[in-house]
Structure formats: structure tokens, C-alpha cells
């Protein structure tokens, strides 16, 4: 089966720390692609960062990383300085079947407190 | 960057009507159009995938007959919620794939369609 598993429904990180969301996703495919989103009360699902899982590098956009562990079916997400803006609901996604699905794990609401 | 356009962003229908929601790629041809269907707090459901020219690839337990998908161009998809119910109330979101990328795979986002059945 081609899922995408989220375990954390919520995460709670004080402003300026670290936080990690956790993601397992399972495809039998060797090429495929990795998404987090963010969706932010108003819905509009933003794009946070992008993993070609042929790409051996983990991404990286600024205050935002990832952790691909190719064998493991793991990608998790690292938010570094949490900021106020950062609170939203989070996805992770994976387009397969050359690029003619797309995925999505269960959610994990994030909160940042001040 | 490119815009998707999705079209009505909230519709009220009473119960027996079809309602139609578009979704335009409005800079971009999108080979792909993913349609996917959200209740309150949680996860996006796709609902079908369609590819221009060719008939929508429904998942598992989702009616054909009752949302229909159309993509007869590059850069419009539509999706009809036939004889609609208070059940088909929820939040509708379109994904649209781009033909070209020269950059890795980009999907794109329409900002959704609140649909609420009387």
C-alpha cells in the first residue's frame, strides 16, 4: 500500500527552539518525491520544502530542513528558531507512480508558544 | 510564480443540485490535476487524479458518477458534485502538475472551494 504515516497529531515548540515532525511513508518505487506543507488557518497549502528521493542530500530552505533516511522510508522535518508564523498544520506528501499520485500524511498541528 | 485559480471559493447549494468547481492553471500547462477533498482538522483525500485528454483515475471509494472530472486542457480541470447531499458538504482543493519542470516535480495549489449542502 502507498501511505504516508504522520505519528505526532500535535507538537508544541517555545519560540526561537527546535522542533522536529516526524514522517514514514511506504512505496515500492526507487524514484519518487518528498513535500512538507503548511497550511495556515485561511488553508492555502504553502510549500515549505522538496526532496528528490534520488538526491542522496537532505534539503534545506533557511530556518528549514529535513532528515531523508532513504532505507528507513523516513523523512522528517526540522524547524529551527520556531517563530510565532511557524503555527500551522503541517503535511508531508509523497507524489509516486511517476508523478501521477499524490499523497498525503494525517496532519500535525504545530504550536508555538511565545 | 505560478497561480493556480480555483473557482467558486464557497458555494451554498441546496440538496439535488450538481455544483461545479474549476481549477485553472493560469501561467502554466499542468499535465496532472490532483482533486482532493478536506474535513475540518484533517488530512487531504485525493479523490481522483486527472490527466488532460484522457478519463480521471478515481481511488478506491470514491463515486465516478458522483464527481465528475473534467480535464479537457492544459490548463483547466473541472470537478462536478452531481444530485449534491449534506454529506458532499466539505472543503474541495485542486493540485495542478506542470507539463515542464525543469527543476524537479512543482505542484501547485488552488486555494480551495468550501462547499455547504442545505
Redesign the interface.
Known sequence: AQTVTQSQPEMSVQEAETVTLSCTYDTSESDY?L?WYKQPP????I?VI?Q?AYKQQNATENRFSVNFQKAAKSFSLKISDSQLGDAA?Y?CAC?MEY?????????T?LRVKS | GAVVSQHPSRVICKSGTSVKIECRSLDFQA??M?W?R?FP??????MA?S?EGSKA?YEQGVEKDKFLINHASLTLSTLTVTSAHPEDSS?Y?C?A?PSASTS????F?G??TQLSVL
Open positions: 518525491y513535500f485561511s488553508r492555502q497549502m510549500l522538496r528528490e498544520m503535511f507524489l508523478g501521477n499520485k499524490l499523497v498525503f500524511g494525517a496532519g498541528i | 499535465t496532472t490532483f482532493y478536506q482538522k484533517q488530512s487531504l483525500m485525493l487524479t490527466n483515475t472543503f482543493i493540485s502538475r524537479g516535480e512543482k505542484l495549489f486555494s480551495g
